[in-house]
Nanobody
C-alpha cells in the first residue's frame, strides 16, 4: 500500500518562509515526477510547479523566483521551499507523486492529503 503524506504548512507572516514536504512510503518500485498544486477558497486549483525524476523543474509565473522545488530520492521525499510569501499564496497545498509499485507497472499519480498555508500578519 502506498501513502503520501505532507507535513508542514501553517501560519506565516508576509515575507516569511515555509517549507513543505511530500513523503511517499509503502511498496514503491520507482518514483517519477512530483508536483505541487494549490487551491484558495473560491478559486480554481492551480499548478504551483513540479520536478521530474531527473531534477528538472518548472514553476508557475506567480511563484517563480520565490519558490523552489527539490527532491531527495533516497528518502522518497519532495520539498517545496517557499520564500517571500505573500497573502495571495494562502491556499491549501497538495503534492502529487507519480510512482509504480513494480518493474513493469504503470506510473500512477498519488495525492497527498493537503496542507493549509496561511500568509497573514
Amino acid at each position: 500500500q502506498v501513502q503520501v503524506v505532507e507535513p508542514g504548512g501553517g501560519l506565516v507572516q508576509p515575507g516569511g518562509s515555509l517549507r513543505l514536504s511530500c513523503a511517499a512510503s509503502g511498496r514503491i518500485f520507482s518514483i517519477g515526477a512530483m508536483g505541487w498544486y494549490r487551491q484558495a477558497p473560491g478559486k480554481q486549483r492551480e499548478l504551483v510547479g513540479g520536478i521530474t525524476s531527473g531534477g528538472s523543474t518548472n514553476y508557475a509565473d506567480s511563484v517563480r523566483g520565490r519558490f523552489t522545488i527539490f527532491r531527495d530520492n533516497a528518502k522518497k521525499t519532495g520539498y517545496l521551499q517557499m520564500n517571500s510569501l505573500k497573502p495571495e499564496d494562502t491556499a491549501n497545498y497538495h503534492c502529487t507523486v507519480d510512482l509504480n509499485t513494480g518493474p513493469y507497472g504503470p506510473m500512477i499519480g498519488y495525492w497527498g492529503q493537503g496542507t493549509q498555508v496561511t500568509v497573514s500578519s
